[in-house]
């Protein structure tokens, strides 16, 4: 079955350590992106790619890094930079229409919890 | 004025009750519209999309006034099932050839027996 696969569901750091969130998809989509959610909050774009080996700052890039060396692969790292980590974090795909309307699939999330 | 607001809820129904959602939008230049819905500490899932004429999918009724600018979404005879946060999709020209898919927070519902 297509989907989009993340791992690992839940993820454990201290302060100061990077950590790489994996997101793997087969549903031959060329736009992959990433989003963050805190409680009671809306989900925040943190990247995104509509193509391999481009990429794109969201709304709050800053601390994150990704890579689009593969068109089925956009892993995110969070670095020691980023303020904030604690979070659900989402990888998406979609279809990448030039009129825009495009319809998410999301993996199952990954949370991070800084110690 | 946020980019996509929507009820803050939350909404507790009975069984059976007909609800209703709404969004707005600032954005004038904003192309296409949808409903996702999230379970608790899950993914969230397309419920529907929403056409300018309006659109029905069984019990979910979804509208979107332009001139206004809001979205709504009507789930008649509601089940336990249908608890659950539903969120406003906006998806906004921002230049060129981008868009940009903005969320609303999401307005959590619970349907009681």
């Known amino acids: 079955d297509g989907g989009i696969t993340q791992s690992p569901k839940y993820l454990f750091r201290k302060e100061g350590q990077n950590v790489t969130l994996s997101c793997e998809q087969n549903?031959?989509?060329?736009?992959m992106y990433w989003y963050r959610q805190d409680p009671g909050q809306g989900l925040r774009l943190i990247y995104y790619?509509?193509?391999?080996?481009?990429?794109q700052k969201g709304d709050i890039a800053e601390g994150y890094s990704v890579s689009r060396e593969k068109k089925e692969s956009f892993p995110l790292t969070v670095t020691s930079a980023q303020k904030n980590p604690t979070a659900f974090y989402l990888c998406a795909s979609s279809i990448a229409r030039a009129s825009g309307a495009n319809v998410l699939t999301f993996g199952a999330g990954s949370r991070l919890t800084v110690l | 004025r946020k980019e996509v607001e929507q009820d803050p809820g939350p909404f507790n129904v009975p069984e059976g009750a007909t609800v209703a959602f709404n969004c707005t939008y600032s954005n004038s230049a904003s192309q296409s519209f949808f409903w996702y819905r999230q379970d608790c500490r899950k993914e969230p899932k397309l419920l529907m999309s929403?056409?300018?004429s309006g659109n029905e999918d069984g019990r979910f009724t979804a509208q979107l006034n332009r001139a206004s600018q809001y979205i709504s979404l009507l789930i008649r005879d509601s089940k336990l099932s249908d608890s659950a946060t539903y969120l406003c999709v906006v998806n906004i020209f921002s230049g060129g050839s981008n868009y940009k898919l903005t969320f609303g927070k999401g307005t959590l519902l619970t349907v009681n027996p």
């Open positions: 929403v056409y300018s």
């Open positions: 549903l031959n989509h060329d736009a």
């Open positions: 790619s509509q193509i391999v080996n481009d990429f």
